[in-house]
């Protein structure tokens, strides 16, 4: 769940995941504000490094 702000943020609106994890990330997504995803989406599109991106999350 740690790149789910990420992902959101870019815009994926799907996801493949486990049954039994559904529910759990639905749940993550509803706290999740739209606003504040893309915001950390760009940051990360401006990093050099994927480490730099790793350090914002």
């Known amino acids: 769940m740690l790149y789910l ?4 943020g870019l815009g994926i609106g ?23 995803c893309k915001k950390l989406a760009q940051k ?5 490094s994927a480490g730099e991106v790793h350090s914002l999350l």
Request: aromatic share 0%; with cysteine; proline share 6%.
């Open 5 to 8: 702000p990420l992902l959101i």
């Open 44 to 48: 990360a599109l401006s990093c050099k």
């Open 14 to 36: 799907k996801l493949s995941l486990a049954s039994p994890k559904i529910g759990l990330i639905k749940g993550a997504i509803r706290k999740l504000d739209s606003a504040t």
